[in-house]
C-alpha cells in the first residue's frame, strides 16, 4: 500500500530467550504502528531457536532448571501460557515448586518462539538463519552482517554464552570441555570407565558433569531417609575430583513442599520498604555505606539474631578456602536447611535478604557506573551470594553428598587438583567482555562497544551500545556481555528487566523517525 512506510530493516543475532523476548517485544510494537513496515532477520545457529543451545530440547532430562517451574513465563501481560500451564496442556504434570528438566523448558521455549513467528503482524516479515555470525561492520550509516553480507539499519546482539575460545582446551589433549559430557558417545570415549578424573570448577556446571558421569550412564539414585543412595551401572569413572580456588559449595535450594519459610509477608514487606529507603540514600561509596548494610541489616531481622550476625557469617564465609571437612559440613547443613530437617541459619537469611531484594537491587545498580571501592566489594558479594542464594536445588545437592559418602566424588582436592587421568573443565566464560567472542569481540577492537567498571559492555536502558556515554547508532545488545552495567541476566525472566520492550519501542521510534533528529555516534 502507497500508505505503508518503507521497510526498517532489522537483525536479532543470537534468539535464545533473550532473543525470543525481543522478537516478542518488536511484535507487540510492530502491532501498536502498523503504518510502518518492519523487515527482520534472525541469525540462531542452534536447531531450536527461542531455546538456543543452553536450553536444547535433545538434552537428558537429569539436567534440571535452578530455579522451579512457577517461576517461568516467557510473555508479558497474560498474553500466553507461563511453563507449567503449557506443561498440564502437553499433558505432563509439572507442579508450581518442581525443578524440571532444562529439555522441557526448552521444548517450551520453541514453542513459544513458533507461535510469535506464527502470529506476527503482518507489517512484520520474519526471515530465519540458520546461521552463527562472525562480523558486524558499520558501513554508511547500515550494519553489515557476515555471514550472508546483510545490511540492516538496527541490529540486537542476544549471543547469551559466549563459546570457549578452544585456546585453553588445545593446550593439554587430557583436559576436555564439560558439555562433550552431555552426549553419551563423546562422554564414554572422553572419560573411560574407571578413569580418575578431576574437575575445574565447583559451581552448577560441576553438578551437571557429576551427573553426566554417573546417572548418565546408566548409575540410578534412589531417595531414601537422609537423602540418597546411589546404584552404580558399573560404567562410572573411579573418581571425580572437583577443584576451584576457594573450595566453596553452593548453599541448595529449598523444597518448597517440605520447608517452611520464617517470615509472612507483611515482613517482606516492610524490609523491602527499608531496602527501598537504602536505595535512596546518597554517598561517596552508596554499596559499601547503604546497601550492603542494609542488607546484612535484613538478613539479622529475618534470622531474629543481634545485629552483626550476618555480616559475621559473610566475612567468616569468605576469609579461606575451604578445606574438604568444612566443604562435607556446609553442604549438609544447606541440604538439611532446604528439607526441612534444620532450621534456616544466618547464611540461609542472608541469601533470603538477597534473593527478596534482588529486584531493587537491579534497578539501583544498572547503568550505574560505581566507584573503584564499591565495585571492588560489590564483585567480591556477588560472587559469593551467587553460591550461597542461588545454588542448585536439593535434589542435586543430596546427590553430591551421597556420591562423596560412597567414595565415587572426593573434596579432598578442592584447592589443589588431582594428579588425574582426565581434566574436566567445568566452569563457563565469564560474563561482561572479560571472554567474548565474535561478533562481540571484533566489535569490542572496533571500538564500537566498552566495558564498564564491573565488566559489562555498557548500554543505555534502551538497549543501545554506548561508548564515551554517547549510544552507537543502530547496534544493541542485550544478555550476559552486559552484566555488570546490567545486573542480573542469567534469569528467564521477564519481568527482572524491560530491556526487550524498550529495545523494541526505541527501534519503532527509529524507523519513523527522520534521520536527521536521530542523534547517536557513529564510529
Known amino acids: 500500500s502507497s500508505d ?99 529439555a522441557l523448558v526448552g521444548q517450551y521455549l520453541f514453542w513459544c518462539f513458533d507461535r510469535v513467528v506464527k502470529t506476527a503482524p503482518s507489517n512484520l516479515s520474519i526471515r530465519l538463519h540458520a546461521t552463527q555470525i562472525t562480523r558486524l561492520d558499520q558501513r554508511m550509516g547500515s550494519w553489515v552482517i557476515t555471514p550472508g553480507n546483510i545490511s540492516v539499519n538496527d541490529v540486537l546482539v542476544t549471543t547469551g554464552h559466549q563459546n570457549r575460545s578452544g585456546d585453553e582446551m588445545a593446550k593439554d ?27 575445574k570448577g565447583f559451581a552448577l556446571t560441576f553438578i551437571d ?27 562410572e569413572p573411579a573418581l571425580i575430583a572437583p577443584f576451584s580456588r576457594s573450595g566453596r559449595p553452593m548453599r541448595a535450594k529449598v523444597q518448597a513442599d517440605r520447608f517452611s519459610p520464617p517470615r509472612d509477608a507483611t515482613f517482606w514487606a516492610r524490609q523491602l520498604d527499608l531496602f527501598q529507603n537504602a536505595l535512596s540514600y546518597t554517598a561517596k561509596e552508596p554499596f559499601r555505606m547503604n546497601v550492603w548494610p542494609a542488607l546484612l541489616s535484613i538478613a539479622d531481622s529475618v534470622h531474629g539474631t543481634q545485629d552483626g550476625a550476618a555480616r559475621s557469617f559473610f566475612n567468616d564465609w569468605h576469609a579461606a578456602p575451604f578445606d574438604a571437612e568444612r566443604c562435607r559440613d556446609e553442604l549438609r547443613l544447606g541440604y538439611d536447611i532446604a528439607m526441612g ?21 537491579v534497578c539501583w545498580l544498572s547503568h550505574r557506573e560505581l566507584c573503584k571501592p564499591d565495585a571492588d566489594l560489590f564483585r567480591k558479594v556477588s560472587v559469593e551470594m551467587e553460591r550461597l542464594a542461588f545454588g542448585p536445588p536439593a535434589q542435586n545437592v543430596g546427590k553430591l553428598i551421597c556420591l562423596e559418602e560412597i567414595g565415587l566424588v572426593s573434596f579432598d582436592h578442592l584447592i589443589a587438583p588431582l594428579d588425574s587421568d582426565i581434566t574436566i573443565n567445568a566452569t563457563i566464560p565469564p560474563a561482561g567482555a572479560a571472554a567474548l567472542s565474535d561478533p562481540l569481540a571484533g566489535l569490542l577492537r572496533n571500538g564500537h562497544v566498552e566495558a564498564g567498571i564491573l565488566g559489562g559492555l555498557r548500554v543505555n536502558n534502551s538497549a543501545q551500545a554506548m561508548v564515551n556515554g554517547v549510544a552507537v547508532s543502530g547496534l544493541s545488545i542485550i544478555g550476559r556481555a552486559t552484566e555488570g552495567c546490567v545486573l542480573g541476566n542469567d534469569t528467564l525472566s521477564r519481568h527482572l528487566h524491560d530491556l526487550p520492550e524498550n529495545w523494541a519501542k526505541h527501534v519503532s521510534r527509529a524507523a519513523s523517525a527522520p534521520t536527521a533528529t536521530i542523534l547517536e555516534r557513529t564510529v
Open 4 to 102: 505503508v512506510c518503507s521497510s526498517d530493516l532489522i537483525a536479532i543475532v543470537g534468539c535464545g530467550p533473550k532473543g525470543l523476548y525481543a522478537l516478542d517485544s518488536l511484535c507487540e510494537m510492530a502491532r501498536k504502528s502498523a503504518m510502518q513496515h518492519y523487515e527482520l532477520h534472525i541469525f540462531e545457529a542452534s536447531s531450536h531457536p527461542g531455546a538456543g543451545p543452553v536450553y536444547e530440547p535433545g538434552q537428558p532430562d537429569f539436567l534440571v532448571m535452578n530455579f522451579p517451574a512457577h517461576m517461568i513465563d516467557a510473555w508479558t501481560q497474560g498474553r500466553g501460557p507461563d511453563l507449567v500451564s503449557w506443561s498440564r496442556d502437553m499433558g505432563i504434570d509439572v507442579a508450581s515448586g518442581d525443578y524440571v528438566p532444562r
Open 173 to 199: 589433549r587430557t583436559t576436555i570441555d564439560a558439555h562433550l559430557l552431555l552426549d553419551a558417545a563423546q562422554s564414554f570415549a572422553a572419560v573411560p570407565k574407571g578413569a580418575t578424573v578431576a574437575c
Open 209 to 235: 558433569t557429576m551427573l553426566a558421569l554417573t546417572e548418565g550412564r546408566g548409575g540410578e539414585f534412589v531417595k531414601v531417609e537422609s537423602g540418597y543412595s546411589y546404584q552404580p551401572s558399573g560404567h
Open 341 to 361: 530437617v534444620a532450621p534456616p541459619d544466618i547464611g540461609w537469611a542472608l541469601a533470603e535478604a538477597w534473593r527478596r531484594c534482588y529486584p531493587k537491587l
